[in-house]
């Protein structure tokens, strides 16, 4: 593919004046090879749902279906009883922890490069993500990110998670940005892509390093679909 491939709404979007790139961590600027896939199936499990089962089937399409969401939203879409969908979330996260120990999250080549010259360039970056609190910040200690963003944002810090627009809207006011329209917002995930149309971001992004196509990322609304975060900086230059 090109090196940018621009989306028939791409002429309506702005990369000039961008001062705030939000951008996504699981897909996005890190791999973590089915972790959270993984971590999703093993705590299904612990919740009596297992491989094989209808239910299972059904879950898992759901989970595959909602990637960038808020991981609890998500268990209580599955499970409704608050509890029961705590209990899920809970096993997740421990599950999700064990495995990044283990070191099954990589970043994504160039992605720490990438977020680097953008805040030399003037740029701020916050890192947002579908994870808790303590579930990112060990994700990020395990890269050893913990001081690489300006700011990272995980929907308890915001209100709600994507698709709606909060942690957008969060990070624009957290980085003092003048307005929500110099603003890129940088995902996988068709959800990213919606946050970034709802807040209103003068620029969105989607990358193909994650596990949706490029017209999937394209019938989202994306204003440019690009093979990885590697190449943001030269969409935000006019390449």
Avoid at 8 to 19: E, H
Avoid at 64 to 71: D, I, N, Q
Avoid at 148 to 161: K, M, N, Q, T, Y
Avoid at 169 to 178: C, D, G, K, N, W
């Amino acid at each position: 593919m090109p090196l940018t491939s621009p989306t028939t709404s791409a002429r309506t979007a702005s990369r000039a004046g961008i001062r705030l790139a939000v951008i996504d961590m699981a897909g996005t600027t890190v791999t973590d090879a089915g972790a959270v896939e993984n971590a999703f199936v093993q705590a299904l499990r612990h919740m009596g749902v297992h491989e094989g089962s209808a239910a299972h089937a059904r879950m898992m399409d759901h989970v595959r279906a909602t990637m960038g969401e808020s991981k609890i939203s998500v268990f209580r879409h599955l499970f409704g009883e608050p509890d029961d969908a705590d209990r899920a979330n809970d096993m997740f996260e421990r599950a999700y922890a064990e495995l990044v120990a283990a070191g099954h999250c990589k970043p994504i080549p160039g992605a720490r490069e990438t977020i680097e010259a953008l805040r030399a360039s003037g740029i701020a970056v916050v890192l947002n993500t579908g994870f808790s609190p303590g579930t990112r910040d060990s994700l990020l200690a395990s890269l050893g990110w913990l001081d690489l963003a300006d700011e990272v944002l995980s929907p308890a810090d915001a209100g709600r998670g994507r698709p709606y627009p909060d942690m957008v809207l969060t990070a624009v006011l957290r980085t003092r940005t003048p307005s929500v329209h110099d603003t890129v917002v940088v995902g996988d995930t068709p959800y990213d892509i919606e946050a970034g149309l709802r807040a209103g971001a003068g620029l969105v992004v989607a990358v193909l390093t994650g596990a949706h196509t490029e017209p999937e990322l394209r019938a989202a609304g994306a204003h440019y679909v690009i093979d990885s975060v590697r190449r943001l900086p030269e969409v935000l230059q006019g390449s």
